[in-house]
């Protein structure tokens, strides 16, 4: 056997698998597989789209943006040495979220391990405890066994027994000659296995004042969580992520959870995805005195509170008996969307000035039906008080597609993410992030001249600095004398000009007139519109909002 024909092996169980798109990283040791891929990508038949990045963390949020979007399996493949340990973060995401990322690590051979050879270190285990499976395959052994061990780590990837998707290790140690041969790949037998059926649906009374909370999910659980709040006449407390966001949804959810008369008499949860935006929302999850169900549609559920009494599949709610209780919640997010809409005007003699939640809140409402990408940090929170768009109230269109990273909620990798999501669905995408956000990948700005340019839209507020701290513990005045330098992190980056340099359309705009008339033009190509705003007001917005 050769190295050659384990590539061409790898290549078969992809397809085979259903993978349609593979994001590469260049070197030496994978030239096997780079070239079985490059070829591949070349051939009539079934699509195997693949995509080149010379930096592999970024390479790694793009195969993310593309799992999370297409809800099936990509693979990145990396060269030996360092390079495959930029992909960390990526990973640590897909393992929280349970994306199936398919790490394809090429490797020198299993004999050169510790011998201080070049790029030689011990690589297989590296992303340990943050992977459903991992393998090693050498190019010495027989194609059975490849297809095997490949066959189980795809499945295993896509959790088409376990009921858990997320990211594996495929391992992979190429001998010398690392060139094609002539040497042929015999034809793979039959395979189908048979995935793992879901459990019976819970049915629920409508006698406990109930709330449904959707986090962070796919579009299909969000439209799960919206139908059985609507069936069952009880809030929607939805955040931007969870792709339940719609109807009646209550977008001042946070606010109003503090309210006795609200908050205070919730009796019953229906949790579905992964909830993480806001402290009220924990708060909720840790009563002692609410009944909490969570609704996941796979082997593992997210309870941070630790409450949780009961873990189902789906679930059939009866009408609240109580008919006031959603009518109540109602009433009281449109006061408080004025509240909030007053809180942030100017006061008599201030000059108007663009603020975050202002830039947020024009977003959501332009891309009603569209697809959009959050930032962590304030973007999403910010999007999080936005009230859902009166296109999406009546049902004239379609849900927002929202997606973020949430699994662990970093904001490393977001432009990566967001142009894995634009190129997978091959839509225009919007993606609100913040500025250190955005420098935090700026290496997801390179597109090499032969690949294939997302249809992306980027709009940052700039505070030049990390404005969410403010708003945290540390931003108070007992720590005012450090706070610039080891929370805020100012910095003075064109981010325009930054953007420009690789290729990137950018614009600067100053007043919400302009940004609303730069949204509705339609996404072309990599583009990026900077906003400036300030983070001098961020603390006292915070609790004006808490004081509401």
């Known amino acids: 056997m050769s190295s050659w024909l384990l590539a061409q092996c790898v290549v078969e169980q992809l397809r085979q698998a259903g993978v349609r798109h593979v994001v590469l990283a260049p070197g030496s040791r994978n030239a096997p597989l780079s070239l079985a891929l490059h070829a591949a990508a070349q051939e009539a038949g079934p699509v195997l789209s693949l995509h080149v990045r010379i930096d592999e963390r970024s390479a790694g949020f793009l195969a993310l943006g593309m799992a999370k979007a297409m809800q099936e399996p990509v693979a990145v493949v990396t060269t030996s040495g360092t390079a495959v340990a930029n992909l960390a973060p990526a990973v640590m995401e897909a393992n929280q979220a349970g994306i199936p990322l398919v790490v394809l690590s090429a490797d020198r051979p299993l004999t050169m391990i510790n011998s201080g050879a070049n790029q030689t270190g011990n690589q297989f285990g590296l992303f340990a405890g943050q992977v459903r499976h991992q393998v090693q395959l050498t190019s010495d052994a027989q194609p059975a066994a490849w297809r095997f061990q490949l066959r189980m780590a795809l499945a295993r990837a896509v959790g088409e027994r376990t009921r858990m998707p997320g990211p594996v290790q495929v391992n992979l140690h190429f001998d010398e000659p690392l060139m094609p041969t002539d040497e042929v790949l015999d034809a793979p037998g039959p395979w189908h296995l048979e995935p793992s059926g879901a459990g019976p649906t819970l049915s629920l009374d409508g006698d406990l004042r109930t709330v449904v909370l959707a986090g962070d999910a796919r579009p299909e659980v969000g439209r799960l969580a919206a139908a059985v709040a609507e069936h069952g006449q009880v809030p929607l407390l939805a955040e931007p992520s969870s792709n339940a966001r719609v109807g009646r949804a209550i977008s001042t959810y946070r606010l109003l959870l503090g309210k006795d008369d609200l908050g205070g008499r919730i009796q019953r949860v229906l949790v579905f995805g992964h909830p993480t935006l806001s402290r009220p929302v924990t708060r909720l999850l840790r009563r002692d005195d609410v009944e909490v169900i969570m609704v996941a549609d796979g082997a593992g559920w997210s309870d941070p509170g630790f409450t949780a009494g009961r873990v189902v599949d ?120 913040g500025d250190l956000t955005f420098l935090h990948d700026a290496g997801g700005l390179w597109l090499g001249r032969l690949e294939d340019r997302p249809l992306v839209r980027l709009v940052v507020p700039d505070d030049r600095g990390g404005s969410i701290f403010h708003t945290l513990e540390q931003g108070g005045p007992a720590h005012e004398a450090g706070f610039e330098r080891v929370f805020a992190t100012p910095h003075d980056v064109d981010l325009a000009a930054l953007a420009a340099a690789h290729g990137w359309k950018v614009a600067t705009v100053t007043d919400l007139e302009e940004l609303g008339q730069r949204i509705r033009v339609p996404v072309r190509g990599p583009e990026l519109v900077v906003v400036p705003v300030s983070r001098d007001g961020r603390r006292a917005w915070a609790q004006r909002l808490a004081a509401l």
């Open 314 to 433: 789906d679930v059939d709610l009866a009408p609240c008996q109580d008919d006031h209780w959603l009518n109540h919640w109602l009433t009281a997010d449109l006061d408080m969307q004025t509240r909030i809409e007053l809180a942030a005007r100017p006061a008599v003699g201030e000059d108007p000035v663009v603020t975050p939640q202002q830039v947020a809140t024009l977003v959501v409402e332009r891309t009603a039906g569209q697809v959009l990408v959050l930032g962590s940090s304030n973007p999403i929170r910010d999007a999080d008080l936005a009230p859902v768009p009166d296109a999406l109230f009546s049902g004239q269109v379609p849900g927002t597609r929202v997606y973020a990273n949430r699994g662990l909620a970093g904001i490393d990798g977001v432009v990566s993410t967001a142009a894995g999501i634009a190129l997978a669905l091959g839509e225009p995408t919007t993606c609100l992030l």
